[in-house]
């Protein structure tokens, strides 16, 4: 409630004095363990690696947004934006992750099971909420640099090692 009311200060001051705001609803990007761990199956770094396909970024893509978000806002004006790693998922996926995420992460990325289990790892069961980062692309031409996939990637370097 908090956040919204000082979002809606925010609509008010650049309707009222012209001053360019833009509001970045930022995914997660901190680097300490989640507050909810202990409710957790999956060990931290699992956790934040499953959390690149729906509501996690890395701390330099959070800072790259920002600086964007300084340079197009005189243009822009006011407007808010979702950041976030570009998520796989559409709506239609929607009901299959709450009941069965690991056989729509599979879909894909059929090679994520293989490269997990060599880690030890596993998918969350169910997701129940996905952050689109579309309209920062669209509107800033912001995407993260580093998703789901670029893990994966480093996961599969690794194993190359």
Same mark, same amino acid.
């Given at each position: 409630?908090?956040?919204? +009311?000082? *979002?809606?200060?925010?609509?008010?001051?650049? $309707?009222?004095?012209? /001053?360019? &705001?833009?509001?970045?609803?930022? @995914?997660?990007?901190?680097?300490?363990?989640?507050?909810?761990?202990?409710?957790?199956?999956? +060990?931290? *770094?699992?956790?934040?690696?499953?959390?690149? $396909?729906?509501?996690? /970024?890395? &701390?330099?893509?959070?800072?790259? @947004?920002?600086?964007?978000?300084?340079?197009?806002?005189?243009?822009?004006?006011?407007?808010?934006?979702?950041?976030?790693?570009?998520?796989?998922?559409?709506?239609?996926?929607?009901?299959?992750?709450?009941?069965?995420?690991?056989?729509?992460?599979?879909?894909?990325?059929?090679?994520?099971?293989?490269?997990?289990?060599?880690?030890?790892?596993?998918?969350?069961?169910?997701?129940?909420?996905?952050?689109?980062?579309?309209?920062?692309?669209?509107?800033?031409?912001?995407?993260?640099?580093?998703?789901?996939?670029?893990?994966?990637?480093?996961?599969?370097?690794?194993?190359?090692?």
């Amino acid at each position: 409630m908090t956040k919204l +009311s000082a *979002e809606h200060l925010c609509r008010l001051y650049n $309707l009222q004095f012209g /001053l360019p &705001v833009i509001i970045l609803r930022t @995914a997660r990007f901190f680097p300490e363990e989640d507050d909810m761990a202990h409710s957790i199956e999956q +060990s931290d *770094e699992n956790t934040k690696a499953n959390e690149f $396909l729906f509501r996690r /970024l890395t &701390v330099e893509d959070a800072a790259e @947004a920002h600086a964007i978000a300084l340079e197009k806002a005189p243009e822009v004006g006011f407007d808010t934006f979702m950041v976030s790693a570009p998520t796989p998922f559409s709506a239609a996926d929607c009901d299959e992750l709450i009941v069965d995420a690991p056989r729509v992460v599979a879909r894909y990325f059929p090679d994520y099971p293989r490269l997990y289990a060599r880690k030890g790892w596993s998918m969350f069961r169910s997701i129940d909420r996905v952050y689109d980062p579309a309209r920062i692309s669209e509107r800033l031409g912001f995407v993260c640099r580093t998703g789901f996939a670029e893990v994966l990637a480093e996961l599969a370097a690794e194993e190359a090692r």
